[in-house]
């Protein structure tokens, strides 16, 4: 059986195959994580030797071979090349942090729109965010990313508290309360949208 795609997708991973392959790990929309093989892109003609490269985002035309279970990039259409992700040795360690996590978690199982989708605007949002939002904007997706992966902690109670806190509040070591971006700049809303402060705007 033989299958085309296309679809959004994340470069996640690169490791090279032979002399003149690509071995890819891409986080697709609605497919969730895959591993094609980009034929000939490690040579010099090949137009996917410039576009399959890490965090790169565009879209992906791919082939599944039933025969050989296996699946070919065939062309890549790159939208957003997050050139600032390699501008900068904390921007790049925080996505290396990022793809790392999901690969490790197979692309935190079967939502693999919503997972692609904040996925995608974290990573173009830390391409050109400043250096003191890099904690906020690493924080927020963790925090999201446990939402979709459907293990996120409950923190609207502090652990020794009584009732509710209130924005801003901290309560002893056990627990603490979470802010939200009307309180806070930068920070995850609950509904898990990213501030437009965390790329350094108003």
């Known amino acids: 059986m033989t299958r085309n795609l296309k679809s959004p997708a994340l470069v996640l991973k690169v490791n090279p195959v032979g002399e003149n392959h690509r071995g890819l790990s891409m986080l697709v929309r609605g497919e969730g994580l895959l591993r094609p093989l980009a034929y000939g892109a490690q040579g010099k003609r090949s137009t996917l030797r410039a576009s399959a490269l890490p965090y790169n985002r565009g879209i992906a035309d791919l082939h599944f071979d039933g025969a050989k279970n296996s699946w070919r990039l065939v062309s890549f259409d790159v939208q957003d090349s997050h050139e600032g992700l390699r501008e900068d040795l904390d921007r790049f360690y925080t996505a290396?942090?990022?793809?790392?996590?999901?690969l490790k978690t197979h692309g935190a199982g079967g939502d693999s729109a919503a997972l692609f989708?904040?996925?995608?605007?974290?990573?173009?949002?830390?391409s050109v965010s400043t250096s003191g939002n890099f904690k906020r904007l690493h924080l927020g997706f963790l925090w999201k990313f446990l939402e979709i992966e459907g293990v996120q902690p409950t923190l609207n109670t502090a652990g020794n508290a009584a009732g509710p806190c209130k924005s801003g509040e901290q309560r002893g070591r056990p627990g603490f309360c979470p802010t939200v971006c009307s309180s806070v700049p930068n920070a995850p809303n609950p509904a898990g949208r990213y501030c437009r402060t965390a790329a350094g705007g108003g």
């Open 117 to 126: 989708d904040m996925a995608s605007s974290a990573f173009s949002l830390l």
């Open 96 to 102: 290396a942090t990022w793809a790392e996590i999901l």
